[in-house]
């Protein structure tokens, strides 16, 4: 059963046994607070367990695009549908947040975000990439990057 995520009382809850629980909850906030915003949608998210097929769609773009495996567990899911874009995002025990950008009326803006929590080390499969700094009431410094998806991937 998906479950809110409140930006205005960060709560840790579903991401406990992160070593940098704390900021990856702010980092959530922070997600949840843009969708507000942006598009007056409630930002939910689901137990990992709980959304295998949305992870494998993932795991297979990072694959195919990239040749990337995250090393980390995947703690939580959250599927946003909002005017023509699909958004997934994926929360880490690490502290890593990976978002896909599936506009699926515009092919060219496909693409996947990467951000990293305050307090993590960048991951190995990521070590290759460019990060820039973002400051965050909620978050603190979030470390984001991305790239474009090239493939078709239709979920």
């Given at each position: 059963?998906?479950?809110?995520?409140?930006?205005?009382?960060?709560?840790t809850t579903?991401l406990e046994?992160?070593?940098?629980?704390?900021?990856?909850?702010?980092?959530?906030?922070?997600?949840?607070?843009?969708?507000?915003?942006k598009?007056?949608h409630?930002?939910?998210?689901?137990?990992?367990?709980?959304?295998?097929?949305?992870?494998a769609?993932?795991?297979?773009?990072?694959?195919e695009?990239?040749h990337?495996?995250?090393?980390?567990?995947?703690?939580?899911?959250?599927?946003?549908?909002?005017?023509?874009?699909h958004?997934v995002?994926?929360?880490?025990?690490?502290?890593?947040?990976?978002?896909?950008?599936?506009?699926?009326?515009?092919?060219?803006k496909?693409?996947?975000?990467?951000k990293?929590?305050?307090?993590?080390?960048?991951?190995?499969?990521?070590?290759?990439?460019?990060?820039?700094?973002?400051r965050?009431?909620?978050?603190g410094t979030?470390?984001?990057?991305?790239?474009?998806?090239k493939?078709?991937?239709?979920?």
């Open positions: 059963m998906p479950t809110a995520v409140d930006f205005k009382n960060v709560s579903g046994s992160s070593p940098v629980a704390e900021a990856l909850a702010g980092l959530r906030a922070n997600e949840a607070r843009y969708f507000h915003n598009y007056k409630v930002f939910e998210v689901v137990p990992a367990a709980e959304a295998a097929s949305v992870l769609w993932v795991n297979r773009i990072l694959d695009e990239r990337i495996t995250i090393s980390s567990e995947p703690l939580e899911v959250s599927v946003n549908d909002v005017e023509t874009i958004w995002h994926v929360f880490y025990r690490s502290g890593l947040a990976l978002n896909v950008l599936w506009d699926t009326a515009n092919p060219k496909h693409a996947v975000g990467i990293l929590s305050e307090g993590m080390d960048v991951p190995e499969e990521f070590s290759s990439f460019k990060f820039a700094h973002q965050s009431k909620l978050a979030i470390r984001g990057s991305y790239f474009v998806i493939g078709d991937y239709p979920f």
